[in-house]
């Protein structure tokens, strides 16, 4: 019985968005924030017990940067880990992840490729070799984010199974075709009851020997497909105390006592060939049953929270003018300004300097000047992909600080770019955020626009 545990390791960015300062988090107690908390909870004490060598699993690029920065020696586990699986198989059990958390099929397709090609190259960074396969944000998909996949070297993603529309009577893993001569791309499902039961039955995940007699009693059927466990990672340790033990114990049976075979998506693939078509449901995703609703707009996943909508609309319409600012703006200085912001990651990462990422791209020789403009300019096209961040749409308030982050965000890309080139968006935008408030407070967002921008202005 082939079996698999990916966990989905990630938490929405909490740095201050002028700062990038993590500021003292109620709730988080004894820690300074969530970050820590979640870190001391989950993270460490599966990259002491040696988890992240066997499941399947993806880090969000910042929630991994963060580490890296607050404890380099955790995050150096984690790789460690994966990279004990990539040297002994060729293929590692790490997911890469699209790079700011946004939901793919809400963006055109120069951000999809943005998220995708940062997430792949913070990825070969961080790990040393490249990913076969992404996470995708919310498992939020559509035909042209399986396109871009393709086109950038990825085989496959796991989706949840009602995401796919199976067009014969075969188990899964599935071939998903794909327009233009590209080649079919492997989805595999994940499996609805053991995953809902992991996720949101305490009870399932109290006992290891129950759990692994509850698996094998769910399989008896099913010996030879792999069998997918999605669940967020925060769950063991986190947002259940002690499944970090749970967890360490189930991975750590003899396949003769727990007659499992435990695996991950790109190792399956080296063994076994995939044949069984689908079809893509699209737009979809796996915590929102209508598509991709609720991060654009109010439904019954969120019933009330009728500020979504306005503000998708304002972030989407300032988003737009950012995108034209930056283009008129790049397209004097070089050759494809979008290939540019495409590159950018690695000048984030230290991997590479300005210069270097530029220099097949020059139209003609950047001076000081030219080399600010670009700096600034790609800085702003970051914040710009930060607006868009899932987490700011995902609950029905607006009063909480996600939101007001993708907010601060926009208002910082906003000032960046005024910085450079003296334009400002027209004020037919920023009233769009009149109409995004808060029906507890009152709250709007041209105030928490209006705020941060001042803030950005007088703290540079």
């Not at 390791?9 to 968005?17: A, G, H, I, T, V």
């Not at 699209?98 to 963006?107: D, E, F, K, M």
């Not at 979504?308 to 609309?313: A, D, L, Q």
Request: proline share 6%; with cysteine.
């Amino acid at each position: 019985m082939n079996i698999c545990i990916h966990g989905h390791f990630y938490q929405p960015p909490r740095e201050d968005p002028i700062s990038n300062y993590i500021p003292a988090e109620r709730g988080a107690e004894p820690f300074n924030n969530w970050n820590e908390k979640i870190l001391a909870e989950c993270y460490q004490p599966n990259a002491e017990a040696g988890n992240f060598a066997k499941i399947s699993f993806n880090v969000g690029p910042t929630l991994f940067r963060w580490m890296w920065e607050y404890k380099p020696e955790i995050a150096q586990m984690i790789v460690d880990q994966e990279r004990s699986n990539y040297e002994k198989n060729g293929v590692g059990n790490g997911m890469a992840q699209s790079y700011n958390h946004t939901i793919l099929p809400l963006g055109c397709k120069n951000d999809k490729i943005t998220q995708v090609r940062w997430g792949l190259d913070d990825f070969e960074y961080r790990f040393g070799h490249l990913p076969e396969g992404m996470w995708l944000p919310e498992a939020g998909v559509d035909l042209e984010t399986l396109c871009v996949l393709s086109d950038l070297g990825l085989k496959f993603a796991i989706l949840a199974p009602w995401q796919i529309a199976p067009l014969e009577d075969a188990p899964g893993p599935y071939l998903v075709d794909l327009p233009d001569g590209r080649k079919p791309f492997i989805v595999f499902p994940y499996r609805k009851d053991l995953s809902t039961m992991v996720s949101f039955v305490p009870g399932t995940t109290e006992n290891g020997d129950y759990f692994v007699s509850l698996v094998r009693n769910s399989l008896k059927n099913d010996p030879d497909q792999l069998n997918i466990i999605a669940s967020d990672g925060e769950l063991y340790g986190h947002h259940q105390k002690f499944r970090n033990h749970f967890l360490t114990y189930i991975l750590n049976l003899s396949e003769d006592e727990s007659k499992l075979h435990w695996t991950y998506p790109g190792l399956w693939l080296e063994e076994n060939q995939v044949t069984a078509k689908a079809k893509l449901m699209e737009p979809s995703s796996w915590s929102c049953f209508h598509g991709v609703d609720r991060w654009q707009k109010e439904c019954s996943c969120t019933n009330g929270a009728n500020w979504k909508e306005p503000f998708f609309t304002a972030m989407k319409t300032l988003a737009d003018w950012l995108d034209l600012v930056f283009y008129e703006t790049l397209i004097r200085y070089v050759r494809g300004p979008w290939e540019l912001r495409h590159r950018y990651i690695r000048l984030m990462n230290g991997q590479k300097t300005l210069d270097e990422i530029v220099q097949d791209m020059l139209i003609q020789p950047l001076d000081e000047h030219g080399k600010e403009v670009l700096t600034l300019m790609l800085k702003s096209q970051y914040e710009r992909q930060r607006m868009f961040t899932s987490c700011g749409w995902f609950f029905d308030e607006f009063h909480r600080i996600e939101p007001q982050n993708n907010i601060a965000y926009a208002a910082n890309a906003a000032w960046l770019t005024e910085k450079v080139t003296g334009k400002s968006p027209d004020q037919a935008i920023l009233k769009l955020f009149e109409n995004v408030q808060s029906k507890k407070t009152g709250l709007r967002g041209d105030t928490v626009y209006t705020q941060t921008l001042l803030r950005a202005k007088n703290e540079t």
